[in-house]
């Protein structure tokens, strides 16, 4: 919940009830189609699908579910269009979110979110009245466990030209300016580094201090469980 949420929800769910699973595989199926469609089924011409594609492969989606996904999004196979969709609200004690989707029915996904911040002590607001308090950014995550050249990895960032860096549980979390993404992941990947995951996210400016967390938990889990909901974001430090 802090920062690199995409990431955070895929490595939690990859373990989780066949329910959660079918939602997960949903939002990255959505995500493919819809980049495919914006910006057609080759790889190597489409960043967005790229990242897409490997984050699927990271929750171990299945390679024909993939591949269906891009036809979808080419006009290949039928479906209707993925549209997407950002609501901004609150959450309990206060805290901002922005809650992404990635749908084919924006009167479902808009019932199925109010619904969600009601039971959960949150709300929905207009537009603008909590994304002033982020920013967008390119967020890379490295798995350091078996990183034995940390020095090595330190100074392959800032010759990547990123943005900034931490370690939080044996990961190095790596920001980058928006365009800037797919320069600094590419270079990672040339010094040898495997990159978990990269995606361009809403990151908070400021974060703030929650004392109940767990109120906060609860509302993610119920917003994991909405497949049209793709990603969403706090400015909760927890």
Not at 48 to 53: E, V
Not at 87 to 102: H, S
Not at 170 to 184: A, E, G, N, S, W
């Amino acid at each position: 919940m802090s920062g690199h949420s995409k990431w955070s929800k895929i490595q939690r769910q990859k373990g989780a009830a066949d329910v959660k699973k079918g939602a997960l595989f949903t939002k990255l199926a959505n995500a493919v189609t819809l980049a495919a469609s914006s910006g057609g089924g080759d790889v190597d011409m489409n960043f967005k699908l790229k990242l897409a594609i490997d984050q699927a492969k990271s929750a171990n989606m299945p390679k024909e579910n993939i591949e269906r996904a891009i036809k979808r999004g080419t006009g290949e196979l039928a479906g209707g269009p993925i549209e997407e969709l950002r609501y901004e609200g609150f959450g309990p004690q206060g805290v901002a979110l922005i809650i992404d989707c990635l749908t084919d029915n924006r009167n479902r996904a808009l019932s199925e979110i109010k619904q969600i911040l009601s039971k959960h002590s949150g709300s929905l607001a207009g537009q603008n009245a909590v994304a002033w308090q982020f920013e967008s950014k390119g967020v890379i995550i490295v798995n350091t466990v078996n990183t034995v050249d940390k020095e090595k990895l330190e100074m392959a960032i800032i010759d990547s030209g990123a943005q900034d860096y931490f370690n939080e549980n044996d990961h190095m979390i790596i920001y980058t300016q928006p365009k800037q993404l797919q320069k600094v992941k590419e270079s990672l990947e040339k010094s040898g580094f495997q990159i978990e995951n990269a995606d361009l996210e809403m990151v908070a400016k400021e974060k703030v201090k929650v004392e109940s967390p767990q109120k906060l938990e609860e509302l993610f889990n119920a917003l994991d469980d909405i497949a049209d909901v793709s990603n969403y974001y706090s400015n909760a430090d927890v």
